[in-house]
T-cell receptor, first 111, second 116 residues
């Protein structure tokens, strides 16, 4: 299975930026990096994905290292609602798209 | 915005009983998935389903499990004889399927299965 490494937990204050790192040294040249998050008592939800360039959407930004062995999810202004477990995932060669979740990073946001 | 729905939200059953968990994926999606999450543990892939057949399954998905798309809208997971260790949150997901590497999976809210 495709392997990613993330810190177990991180903390932030409300309205401050948060940078969530992920290492994925075994990623291949065609693997997209996906980020999902799981709010308490909910199913996972898509956050963002990218291949080589930095990506932005209404939820977050994704900064991908030049060698693609790591990436950083950026929440520009954390809110209490952003408290969740964040997962960095890449499909790793499966054509049917199963997602292999690790333990993820538990983000705590303080008021 | 379209969403994946699941019923029931909570199912309690006795060990050895059969349960059917139901999901309604997003209407134009072609790929369907079941995942489970035991309390306090990570989300685990069970099975993927495409073109009316299983495309991939995990070691967890043994002969006690089956999936079906009985009509154009529902996608079900059946556990024939439940065990205590089947107690978990079960999530259904779907994706459109146009481009496999970038398609987003949309997850339902989950069904909490409690086996007594």
């Amino acid at each position: 299975d495709a392997k990613t490494t993330q810190p177990n937990s991180m903390e932030s204050n409300e309205e401050e930026p948060v940078h969530l790192p992920c290492n994925h040294s075994t990623i291949s040249g065609t693997d997209y990096i996906h980020w999902y998050r799981q709010l308490p008592s909910q199913g996972p939800e898509y956050v963002i994905h990218g291949l080589t360039s930095n990506v932005n959407n209404r939820m977050a930004s994704l900064a991908i290292a030049e060698d693609r062995k790591s990436s950083t999810l950026i929440l520009h202004r954390a809110t209490l609602r952003d408290a969740a477990v964040y997962y960095c995932i890449f499909p790793g060669g499966t054509s049917y798209g199963k997602l292999t979740f690790g333990q993820g990073t538990i983000l705590t946001v303080h008021p | 915005e379209p969403e994946v729905t699941q019923t029931p939200s909570h199912q309690v059953t006795q060990m050895g009983q059969e349960v059917i968990l139901r999901c309604v994926p997003i209407s134009n999606h072609l790929y369907f998935y079941w995942y489970r999450q035991i309390l306090g543990q990570k989300v685990e892939f069970l099975v993927s389903f495409y073109n009316n057949e299983i495309s991939e399954k995990s070691e967890i998905f043994d002969d006690q499990f089956s999936v079906e798309r009985p009509d154009g809208s529902n996608f079900t997971l059946k556990i024939r004889s439940t065990k205590l260790e089947d107690s978990a949150m079960y999530f259904c997901a779907s994706k459109e399927g146009r481009v496999s590497l970038t398609d987003t999976q949309y997850f339902g809210p989950g069904t909490r299965l409690t086996v007594l």
